[in-house]
């Protein structure tokens, strides 16, 4: 899944990024930027979590209503969370669009992975306007960019213990395998 | 003539660019027999292959109205002033068509005795399985010419349709069988012992709009896809189907996602906006990457 | 006198095997459809509290005068009814309805309805040709899947017809028998109904789906596997000049009489966000209009379907897929987890539809069964060895149309979980032992009679109340798009809504007589939706689409038509398109009030036989959780649903998500309800009520009973 935003400049601890809002304008917004999490963080930042911590998301549509949809990891969130296409007719009539409560979410964060930094920031873009609409495109480049941040810690983590540990792989459990574990049902 | 052979449509074109001045049969003009054009083991297309283009033409200039007294007794007539087209790959099968044909005309709704017909399959894939059946007001009506009785005429008192008088329709059916289409373009009414097809709504008594060439066309009026169009250009016949018109080409539809394609595809106009787009989102992820 | 009636309906006596005709006239004073359909099931039950699978139900298919006809958006519903085998705690006799040309192939063939009553001894298909009824074995049908047997009967009757000239063939031998370029238009079950699932339903075509009751498995306890109608007669009405100038009148009030003005123009092709560019319900454009919506993928050429003289065509039809006229739900189901498995819905989702259709399932069942038995697996409670033990791949397979067809043939076969999913959704959710915590809580959001959770009857009340007052998801959009729809998204996406809520609320109160000139009808806010005037917008609402919708079938995407873009003051057509068509036809001269009274009573015809039934204002309950959980779906998500409020002396667009309902406010409300329509304060209409309606037989009824 590509980008929603284009990042314009970097400073300050923020990404300025600009992505098309419904109403067909351009908009910019200051997304933070997070500092790399620990590999416990990015390990519990990448886990699918049992029924207990699960995520609810609405699909709205016109003629169902909104249907549940659950999800169950950070990932699972990104993927959902799209930016709101374009409000036109086909959208008024037979569209749909998935729903992402942003101070929920933030809150899902800070009991789940109890990332904090994340939930944070998440918080501040929710603050920048009352539009989830509008605010969809850079809460979704934010989820982006942590979970490829977490991606990357643990990469650079198992390169690590790969090199440390050459010809004794048989017996050790790389850090990260939970989180690849996606059969697990159980909640930490 | 084989049902799958055709007359190519530059030719009829050409041919028939003077038929202002060809004799026809008028609607109380009864056909003096043997008039019919096929029935003497030579085709229209025959006849236009031996005689040739410029041979036709030049004919028809120095025959002045009595123009294709020609060998073998075939007959021209005169072009349709205009016919009804159906664009199948905009059609949403809803058959409005088929139901204000045969209430204008009858008075009464009904599959049967619509002058236009859409046939479909549920189970097909777009833009497969959907055909229509409405007659195209032929250059060179066989359905004309194998009536006996000249009940199946070219009116000329209406821009030259092609239609039926059910007066003098016997019920031979000959017109029904000649139709060279793959659903014959002409209708059998059951209960009228006689033969209909599309008159372009001359005869469509239950209605407040005058039809005709130059007036309305309930199927047009009706259809909410605008699916149906009025042309004073005939189609270019092109195999059993008849024809292949495009309604889909403004801005609107455009806008409403129709392909625009003839065969009911994307254009690569679409295809390509859509490729840019995918690529524009692409390099955006790539920028993002870096 | 023409009238639009065949002056005939088939009745068909499995169990005796034997047809006989019932003559039209004596119930053409209740109008179509439900009308007729309810005064049939009354006379023809003999016992109306049967439950839907036992023999003794009885199903009624009806048209009504408008059928088959170019009445716009109201020739091609058919209206089902009968007991209904998927409700819960009681069987209710309920209604269903399906698009597609059915119901006009029915009136050519010279039949206004058909009543279907006992059970045969061996599988069966009817077959209708004109006049000509036989009850024909369905040996080398019975089995096969919905699109399967329609495709075999087509062969059959073609095999048998009569001569064929040119691309048209007759129905019987002799060339004036009457002749077509058709195959008949087909009525049948898949295999879960054979195998009695109340989640079975009657597919028409590839998607024209009777889904809610469960009336597939109605058709299966009565070993019929199919309905074959073909006609080639005709509809003969009153005035068909008026209704031809009333069709293309009516035409201009829709975008397709506006396609290519200056305003549509406007609409279509300029910036989106503008007040312009968001069209309201009557305005819309055929089909999904452009982008990958439903799961289209964009490239793939799709263009719009419709029902027989639609002018709307609000459906599709693909390239990637034969699961025509498929919209909605019927992707919905399964697009959210292809989207999720594989980032976007797709192929998966046309191929799960298309399961779905052949298989003949309620696609609303497949939308509950989905996300719960997922969600049980997270729980730690569904899997192999688990409380719930199945060897069903719901995680692994998740989102890919795989998953469907192992569950259809569990469900078919009826083994492993499959033999719990085969039941009602109630009864499923009980056998597997979940059903009071789960309907607590709101995982399982299964809100009123035993159907899934439509639109919230916590927020958007009049969906809710009239459901509960009723006996099924009403299903009914007039006020939806735009109390709900068009002020959500417009207002999620920081956009003002193309209208206001006074505006909308003044609209309404012109519109909606006789209960006109009451603009708080449409008050949503916490007060408000327990009010009289929300009484007074149920009551409109249900007398409404019992006569016009369900009885002379207008379709629901059609109508009603408040508020319309196109129109002064966007005053939209109702009061005035109706009684045109239907006078147009009948010849009746009928005003919109006579069709708002003849409502009422058909309304007060079924809400007796639900008495009968055993309905109780105790029993009028919504599930636990809309009481004790903030509206949500699934009693968590924060919803945005945005309603127009009256509040403080001012109309508002407000969220009203995070609403629960007071138990004791509703029981109120109920009240109030009940006192409008002249109703006990049980729920049962009144001798008064019922005399006045000329439903003096129903009172009778009702007082042997000891209801009144």
């Known amino acids: 899944m590509g980008s929603p935003t284009q990042v314009i400049s970097q400073e300050d601890g923020y990404s300025l990024e600009q992505a098309q809002v419904p109403d067909g304008s351009m908009m910019e917004l200051r997304v933070p930027i997070l500092s790399a999490p620990s590999v416990e963080l990015a390990q519990a930042g990448l886990h699918e979590y049992g029924f207990d911590h699960r995520f609810s998301l609405v699909k709205m549509s016109q003629m169902g209503g909104g249907s549940p949809l659950w999800a169950y990891s950070l990932s699972e969130i990104e993927q959902n969370l799209k930016p709101v296409p374009l409000i036109n007719f086909e959208m008024m009539q037979q569209g749909s669009f998935c729903y992402v409560d942003l101070p929920n979410l933030a809150t899902w964060v800070e009991q789940t992975s109890g990332d904090q930094d994340l939930a944070d920031a998440i918080r501040e873009i929710a603050a920048q306007d009352r539009s989830f609409g509008k605010l969809a495109p850079f809460a979704k480049s934010l989820l982006q960019a942590r979970l490829a941040s977490y991606e990357q810690v643990l990469a650079t983590q198992k390169a690590d213990i790969t090199s440390d540990w050459a010809g004794d792989r048989g017996e050790h459990t790389p850090l990260g395998a939970k989180a690849a574990d996606s059969s697990s049902n159980s909640d930490d | ?290 | 006198m023409a009238d639009g009636y065949m002056g005939k309906i088939l009745r068909v006596d499995l169990t005796k095997n034997e047809v006989s005709i019932i003559d039209t006239e004596k119930y053409k004073k209740w109008g179509g459809g439900n009308g007729i359909g309810t005064a049939l099931f009354w006379d023809e039950c003999e016992d109306v509290t049967v439950d839907g699978l036992d023999p003794r139900n009885v199903v009624t298919i009806m048209t009504s005068p408008l059928s088959g006809t170019i009445a716009p958006a109201a020739s091609g519903r058919t209206e089902v009814q009968g007991n209904a085998p998927q409700a819960y705690p009681v069987n209710w006799f309920t209604r269903s309805n399906f698009g597609g040309r059915f119901s006009g192939m029915l009136k050519f063939a010279g039949w206004d309805g058909i009543v279907i009553k006992g059970k045969a001894k061996e599988p069966c298909w009817l077959d209708i040709r004109n006049d000509k009824v036989t009850i024909q074995s369905a040996k080398g049908i019975w089995g096969l899947d919905t699109f399967e047997t329609q495709e075999e009967i087509w062969r059959r009757l073609r095999e048998t017809s009569g001569y064929s000239t040119n691309g048209w063939y007759t129905l019987e031998k002799g060339r004036d028998t009457g002749n077509t370029t058709f195959d008949p238009a087909v009525l049948t079950i898949g295999p879960i109904g054979e195998t009695l699932s109340p989640a079975a339903c009657l597919i028409h075509e590839a998607a024209n789906g009777s889904g809610q009751g469960g009336f597939g498995a109605v058709f299966g306890s009565k070993n019929l596997k199919a309905v074959s109608v073909i006609g080639t007669g005709e509809v003969d009405v009153a005035n068909m000049t008026d209704l031809m100038d009333t069709r293309l009148w009516m035409q201009k009030s829709t975008m397709m009489g506006n396609y290519n003005t200056p305003q549509t123009q406007e609409m279509l092709l300029a910036a989106p966000g503008t007040a312009a560019n968001s069209l309201f319900k009557m305005s819309s454009a055929p089909g999904n209009g452009a982008g990958p919506v439903f799961g289209v993928p964009q490239d793939v050429p799709s263009v719009p379907y419709g029902c027989l003289a639609c002018v709307r065509c609000c459906r599709r039809r693909f390239s990637n897929s034969k699961t025509n006229g498929s919209t909605c739900v019927d992707f919905a189901f399964f697009g959210g987890g292809d989207a999720e498995a594989h980032g976007a819905a797709g192929q998966d989702t046309f191929d799960a539809s298309e399961m779905m259709q052949r298989a003949g399932i309620n696609d609303y069942v497949l939308l509950v069964y989905l996300p719960y038995l997922r969600a049980l697996a997270k729980l730690g409670v569904l899997g192999p060895g688990k409380q719930i033990d199945t060897d069903l791949p719901i995680e692994e397979e998740w989102g890919e149309s795989n998953l469907l067809r192992i569950l259809i043939d569990k469900m078919e076969k009826q083994e492993d979980i499959g033999k719990y999913l085969h039941m009602s959704l109630v009864d499923f959710a009980k056998a597997i032992g979940r059903y009071e915590e789960d309907s607590a809580s709101g995982l399982f959001n299964v809100q009123y009679w035993g159907y899934p959770q439509h639109y919230d009857a916590r927020t958007e009340v009049e969906w809710g109340y009239g459901t509960l007052m009723g006996d099924r998801d009403i299903n009914e959009h007039d006020f939806n798009d735009y109390i709900y729809w068009t002020p959500s998204l417009s207002i999620v996406s920081g956009l003002e809504p193309p209208y206001t809520a006074e505006e909308y609320a003044n609209v309404v109160s012109k519109v909606i007589k006789p209960y006109d000139g009451d603009p708080l009808v449409v008050d949503y806010s916490d007060e408000g939706i327990y009010s009289e005037h929300m009484a007074k917008l149920v009551a409109w609402h249900r007398h409404y689409t019992r006569y016009y919708k369900q009885s002379m079938q207008f379709c629901d995407w059609c109508y009603s038509d408040i508020f319309n873009p196109y129109n002064e003051g966007h005053i939209g057509l109702t009061g005035e398109v109706e009684p045109r068509i239907i006078n147009a036809i009948t010849n009746k001269n009928e005003s919109f009030l006579d069709g708002m009274e003849l409502g009422r009573k058909i309304w007060n015809f079924d809400r007796a036989i639900w008495c009968l039934q055993g309905r109780t204002c105790e029993m009028e309950k919504f599930a636990p959780y809309t009481y004790t959980q903030p509206a949500a779906v699934g009693g968590e998500a924060t919803v945005p649903y945005i309603m127009p409020t009256f509040e403080g002396g001012k109309w508002d667009f407000r969220m009203v998500s995070g609403r629960m309902l007071d138990d004791a406010k509703v029981e109120d409300w109920k009240q109030k309800y009940y006192k409008l329509e002249g109703w006990t304060t049980d729920g049962v209409p009144t001798r008064e009520t019922l005399e006045e309606l000329d439903l003096n037989f129903v009172a009778d009824a009702l007082e042997k009973e000891g209801r009144l």
């Not at chain 2, 002058?115 to 032929?138: K, L, V």
């Not at chain 2, 009025?230 to 018109?245: A, C, F, H, I």
Request: glycine share 8%; net charge negative; aromatic share 6%.
């Open chain 2, 1 to 290: 003539m084989s049902k799958n052979e055709v007359i190519s449509p530059e030719t009829v074109e050409e041919t028939y660019q003077h038929d202002v001045s060809v004799k026809v049969r008028a609607v109380d003009e009864p056909s003096p027999e043997p008039e019919v054009g096929l029935k003497d083991g030579i085709t229209r297309r025959r006849f236009l292959f031996t005689t040739g283009v410029v041979g036709a033409g030049a004919l028809l200039v120095g025959q002045g109205v009595l123009a294709f007294a020609l060998p073998n007794k075939v007959i021209a007539y005169p072009t349709s002033k205009g016919a009804l087209l159906v664009d199948t790959k905009k059609c949403a099968n809803c058959m409005s068509c088929m139901l204000a044909c045969s209430s204008v005309h009858a008075g009464k709704a009904s599959f049967s005795k619509s002058r236009i017909q859409i046939i479909f399959n549920p189970f097909s894939t777009y833009p497969d399985g959907a055909r229509q059946a409405q007659c195209h007001q032929c250059h060179n009506p066989k359905c004309v010419a194998a009536c006996p009785t000249g009940a199946n005429h070219v009116d000329t008192k209406n821009g030259n349709v092609r239609t039926v008088d059910a007066r003098k329709c016997i019920g031979c059916q000959k017109c029904i069988e000649a139709c060279p289409f793959e659903t014959s373009r002409v209708q059998w009414d059951h209960d009228l012992k006689a033969s209909q097809k599309c008159d372009l709504c001359v005869t469509s008594k239950y209605w407040s709009e005058k039809g005709g060439p130059e007036g309305k066309h309930a199927c047009e009026e009706v259809c909410p896809m605008h699916a149906i169009h009025y042309s004073e250009k005939l189609p270019d016949v092109d195999g059993v189907e008849g024809y292949e018109t495009n309604l889909r080409k403004d801005d609107e539809w455009k806008a409403l996602g129709f392909p625009m394609g003839d065969k009911g595809e994307f254009t690569s106009e679409q295809l390509g906006a859509m490729r840019a787009a995918a690529a524009a989102a692409a390099a955006a992820a790539a920028e993002a990457a870096e």
